[in-house]
């Protein structure tokens, strides 16, 4: 049986710990869905269309990686694809309560398990909030990024 994820997220931007997780992510599952969600309530920097563009681009040579988005609960989304299990990153303690809060509904609404990887130590203060508000300030935040990605200009 094919081991599908889903990594779940606005990815506004999309971050070099983004990247991190999905590529030890590969490791463990088959395909990979990066599931951009539609939330009207938030505010975005860079439009869907944009975040969909840049992250196709940025893995546009690898087959088992997939861009989509969805505006339904996750899990609902998951097995609309047919994903066994949804990825999520974990910054911090309390990334942690959070993150556990989500997944054991998740399970016990669906059957559908989380997997949690920890974020590489030396990426533990990138966050697409922080990368946003650099850009708003128009800070360079190429070293924030995946090197080869290319940034849209954004809504400033």
């Known amino acids: 049986m094919k081991k599908k994820a ?11 710990g983004h990247y991190s997780l999905v590529k030890r992510s590969l490791a463990l599952v088959d395909e990979i869905v990066i599931a951009i ?4 309530a938030k505010k975005s920097y860079f439009s ?3 975040r969909i563009e840049m992250i196709r681009l940025l893995y546009k040579d690898d087959p088992r990686v997939l861009v989509d988005t969805y505006d339904n609960l996750t899990v609902d989304y998951a097995k609309e ?3 066994n299990f949804i990825v999520r990153g974990i ?3 309390n990334d942690f309560e959070y993150e556990k809060t989500i997944a054991d509904m998740n399970r016990k609404i669906s059957g559908i398990e989380t997997f949690v990887l920890f974020t590489e130590p ?3 203060h990138v966050s697409s ?4 508000e650099l850009l708003r300030f128009g800070y360079d935040v190429t ?3 995946p090197h080869n990605m290319v940034l849209k200009t954004g809504k400033k």
């Open 37 to 40: 969600g539609k939330n009207d």
């Open 81 to 83: 694809i047919g994903a």
């Open 91 to 93: 910054r911090s303690v």
């Open 143 to 145: 070293e924030f990024v």
């Open 129 to 132: 909030t922080i990368v946003r």
């Open 122 to 124: 030396e990426l533990t």
């Open 48 to 50: 869907l269309e944009d």
């Open 6 to 16: 889903i990594f779940p997220g606005t990815f506004d931007p999309f971050t070099i």
